[in-house]
């Protein structure tokens, strides 16, 4: 048996009985232990400040052995006497002995005074046995428990490793690769295992003991010329030095658990927060197209032409077909995202969600409604203000017809009505020139009628907003004040003839007597009177001009029957296909409706074919979109009714946009029960319980209104299943809270009250680090130093708590 070994009982923490009887010591074990045990104490004491140099003098005055047992405990010990007699001495180890005692140890034969006095083998026999309680003794592996359980713990690392065999702390340990292969098991990348040899004990012990030195923070406890050069290495050296490897990767185990808890954490807080981020732009962005698009749809100044009006209702049509859609999706992804990051939040114990001023769901909805509203006449607006135009050209075409036949005809008029041809006309001449001018009378009459219909006509364009109203007032106008010039023109003429007639009938009368003297100029006279009346024939240029109309009006009621035909064929055409498209969406809607209610088997498989279902609408796209092109050609073809359905296409694109939502929305529905599901811990058969009861939620019940007020909060009326599954499975989700990861960042900060960026660096995973890093405020303790940053107040943040 060693000296002073712990007996081989359960209990460790028993010196031997030869302990007072053998108090020899290998040499070549007591400077090992020496060395192990001074290494040992520093690597705590260091925690406090302080080292020790020489292990038999540094701990008598018992000041530094009371500060180490604080150190390895967490405790307070008594208060130490400051003084520096023999006394005070004595009374600080007693106190240090006393609170090994306390700890369940038996202190057999080590008295303060031998420790005062700088007994070597007492003091190293005391440090061993604080060494056991508290290094050794709470190592647990697989029911076994302080040495056993230490030794085991070394068996199974090193299990791999075919060149390594731990049987004991003595001579398994002689080669070095032991060690190596404890390090390399936890931490690979620090050695390069295949590279060592087992016939080079001192290359592996020296690679190992530097390594643990400069990466795992266990000071150098041996030196490797003393373990190889001694046949059996000291046993407690050996169990010392190893429990400080074990306790360095327990401690990077609890570290790492602290780690991966903390980044499980932070992971939901930043998906979290990357979802409200992704909602807030979404928000905005589609906020900022309702802004843009309203006051696009609020103008209602009409366009001059037919050609602008038309481009206007193509816009519209873009807009409905092409623009609008995509905004509609993203107005139902919103709202998915929004439930489904409330889903997240309330399933991780955080705070719900509330979206910056102005971009609440309630507000998008608000600005949606605002839309429609001054959506809903546009098209109608457009189609009108086409008709009107419609009309207008047609008009103004009539119009310009009409006053270019008028001028023509009016053409040279006033000159013919102004010549004085009468004042050298004989009576007979008289006589034809007034034959003539009654039948002009009876042409003006008879032109009467179309200067009325021209003035008519400007005041239908007129009052009907005809852009080109100005010239076509200033063109009728003209005609008006001509018409009337002509008519007094007419009546100038005509008293002018009829006074010249007077005259000469009276000059006839006179000559008269001569005629009869002088018969043969008469006849010639009147032979050629005869000849100046022949010559005028009236309206030959009007007759030819209708020979050509009558021709040219049967063709245009040609033209206008086959337009008619085909406008027909469109409109049976687009018929046919709205009766069978408006009903195909009226019974997916009501099926959907159905399925959400009767919903059998998992979630996985509700799901499933909910996306099926999903696929199977969006393939019937095609058929919308071959019914717009041709709504499209009967808003060409200026077609304003349709006898063969009860369908516009308006009411089938709205048809189709909610038959979009309605499905995705009841997807992510689905997907939240999953969500909640895996958060909950909630059975198959649970969640059929649930559907169940929720299908037939009996409001007959006095409970109704209480339950009602925790599915309801908001008193809409309205109970959704997700409601009712978060009634019916509270308090069951395994989640993390702030006091866990504040538990958490304690063990990464090595139990200190704040934690350093290094430590945060080298703990976490880069992005997660910084993510700390930037959030965490400095921390301002009375412990702080430099860089110090609170991890409690932050903790308390990612529950919302509190402000990050």
């Known amino acids: 048996m060693d000296h002073y070994d712990s007996q081989q009982t359960n209990d460790y923490m028993q010196p031997e009985e030869d302990w007072d009887r053998d108090l020899l010591l290998d040499p070549a074990w007591e400077k090992q232990q020496r060395k192990t045990f001074t290494a040992w104490c520093n690597s705590h004491l260091r925690k406090a400040g302080t080292q020790i140099e020489n292990i038999e003098e540094d701990f008598r005055d018992g000041l530094k052995l009371m500060l180490l047992l604080e150190v390895i405990s967490g405790e307070r010990l008594a208060k130490p006497e400051r003084g520096k007699m023999r006394v005070h001495k004595i009374s600080n180890v007693n106190k240090a002995l006393d609170f090994i005692a ?3 140890v038996k202190l057999v034969s080590i008295g303060a005074e031998e420790i005062v006095d700088g ?33 085991l713990w070394c068996q199974r690392k090193t299990a791999p490793y075919k060149n390594v065999n731990i049987q004991n702390f ?6 070095g690769l032991g060690f190596c292969a404890l390090i390399h098991r936890h931490r690979p990348e620090l050695i390069d295992y295949g590279k060592l040899r087992k016939d080079d004990p001192l290359t592996n012990l020296n690679t190992a003991f530097d390594v643990a030195e400069k990466y795992l923070d266990i000071p150098k406890m041996l030196d490797a010329e003393d373990i190889v050069g001694t046949a059996r290495p000291d046993e407690k050296a050996i169990m010392t030095y190893v429990s400080s490897f074990y306790h360095a990767f327990s401690g990077a185990q609890k570290a790492e658990t602290a780690a991966n808890r903390i980044c499980k954490v932070l992971a939901v807080n930043q998906e979290n927060e990357q979802l409200m981020e992704d909602y807030e732009k979404l928000a905005s962005d589609l906020l900022e197209w309702i802004r843009r698009t309203i006051p696009w749809l609020e103008n209602r100044v009409p366009e001059n032409t037919m050609h602008a009006m038309q481009q206007k209702l193509e816009d519209f049509r873009d807009y409905r077909r092409l623009h609008k859609p995509p905004k509609v999706q993203e107005k139902c992804q919103l709202e998915i995202n929004f439930n489904t990051l409330q889903t997240k939040l ?9 979206p910056s001023e102005g971009r609440m769901v309630s507000d998008i909805n608000n600005a949606w409604g605002c839309l429609e509203q001054v959506e809903k006449g546009y098209e109608e607006w457009l189609l009108n203000e086409i008709r009107r135009l419609e009309r207008l050209d047609h008009l103004a075409e009539k119009f310009r017809q009409k006053a270019s036949i008028h001028e023509a005809w009016t053409d040279g008029k006033e000159a013919m009505l102004r010549q004085k041809d009468y004042e050298t006309a004989t009576l007979s001449e008289i006589k034809a020139l007034l034959k003539k001018h009654e039948a002009f009378e009876s042409d003006l009459a008879a032109h009467q009628d179309r200067v009325e219909q021209i003035a008519a006509i400007a005041q239908e364009l007129n009052e009907l907003d005809y852009y080109d109203s ?16 002509l008519g007094a023109l007419t009546q100038k003429r005509r008293e002018a003839l009829e006074r010249t007639e007077k005259l000469l009938e009276t000059i006839d009368q006179l000559y008269l007597e001569y005629a009869k003297r002088a018969a043969p100029f008469n006849n010639w006279m009147e032979g050629a009177m005869e000849d100046l009346q022949d010559t005028f024939i009236v309206h030959t240029i009007e007759e030819i001009q209708v020979r050509q109309l009558v021709p040219r009006r049967d063709q245009a009621l040609t033209e206008e029957h086959a337009r008619q035909q085909h406008n027909e064929r469109l409109r049976k055409q687009f018929g046919a296909q709205a009766n069978v498209i408006g009903p195909w969406i009226q019974t997916k809607m009501e099926e959907i409706g159905r399925i959400s209610i009767e919903m059998h088997g998992t979630l996985e498989d509700q799901l499933s074919h909910l996306r099926q279902y999903e696929k199977s609408i969006v393939n019937y796209k095609p058929k919308i979109d071959q019914l717009e092109g041709d709504h499209q050609l009967i808003q060409e073809a200026l077609i304003f009714d349709n006898k063969h359905t009860n369908y516009t296409m308006e009411h089938i694109r709205v048809g189709w946009e909610q038959l979009l939502t309605t499905i995705a929305r009841t997807i992510n529905e689905v997907e939240n029960q999953i ?3 895996d958060a909950k811990g909630i059975s198959q058969e649970q969640m059929s319980e649930f559907r169940a009861s929720f299908n037939h939620f009996d409001r007959g019940e006095a409970e109704f209104a209480r339950i009602m007020s925790i599915v309801d909060p908001n008193r809409l009326g309205v109970v959704t299943f997700q409601a009712f599954i978060d009634f019916m499975s509270r ?31 080298r703990e976490l995973p880069p992005d997660q680090a910084e993510y700390c890093i930037a959030r965490m405020a400095p921390y301002s303790g009375p412990d702080a130093v430099p860089g110090a940053l609170d991890y409690m107040s932050f903790s308390t943040a990612l529950y919302g708590e509190s402000d990050l």
């Open 170 to 175: 003595h001579i398994s340990w002689k080669d």
């Open 470 to 485: 100005p010239s076509v007032n200033a063109r009728c106008q003209k005609i008006c004040d001509q018409w009337d010039n």
């Open 346 to 354: 309330r399933l991780s114990n955080r705070p719900a969600f509330m």
């Open 119 to 151: 007994n070597v083998k007492m003091t190293l026999g005391m440090i061993w046995t604080i060494i056991l309680r508290f290094a050794i003794q709470d190592i647990s592996v697989e029911e076994t428990s302080a040495k056993e359980g230490l030794l």
């Open 731 to 761: 308090e069951t989700a395994d989640t993390d809270t702030a006091d866990q990861v504040m538990a958490s960042f304690k063990i990464l900060a090595g139990d200190k009250n704040y934690i350093t960026v290094d430590e945060l660096r």
């Open 675 to 677: 969500l909640t599901r």
């Open 102 to 104: 306390s700890k369940g």
